[in-house]
Nanobody
Framework: QAHLVESGGGLVQAGGSLRLSCAASEHIFSSSVMAWFRQPPGLEREFVASVSRTDFGTDYADAVKGRFTISRDNARNTVYLQMNTLKPEDTAMYYC?????????????????WGEGTHVAVSS
């Protein structure tokens, strides 16, 4: 049983937008900080953004600040990543992750649950 399922990836031109979605199991979503990570080709997985359980707190990697917005819909058990002004360097596999608790985390090891990923490709 998949606990986290991502969708919304695709191919887009530089300057365009995409919105990623991640549907989670209720018991995980309601008790977890949710986050997005990405892994560019040949590189390590890196933090993108996280959102607190109440949606009052968010954190972003410097590379995406001002362009990406993370949000969560607690009624739908879904977390979103709105990506605007996309750049070729945003090309990566994007993963949804969940960390039980309240604290925002940026480290991969803090997250227990992971989705299979959705691919985003940005052409120049």
């Amino acid at each position: 049983q998949a606990h986290l399922v991502e969708s919304g990836g695709g191919l887009v031109q530089a300057g365009g937008s995409l919105r990623l979605s991640c549907a989670a199991s209720e018991h995980i979503f309601s008790s977890s900080v949710m986050a997005w990570f990405r892994q560019p080709p040949g590189l390590e997985r890196e933090f993108v953004a996280s959102v607190s359980r109440t949606d009052f707190g968010t954190d972003y990697a410097d590379a995406v600040k001002g362009r990406f917005t993370i949000s969560r819909d607690n009624a739908r058990n879904t977390v979103y990543l709105q990506m605007n002004t996309l750049k070729p360097e945003d090309t990566a596999m994007y993963y949804c992750a969940a960390a039980p608790g309240y604290n925002l985390h940026a480290g991969v090891r803090s997250y227990i649950y992971w989705g299979e990923g959705t691919h985003v490709a940005v052409s120049s």
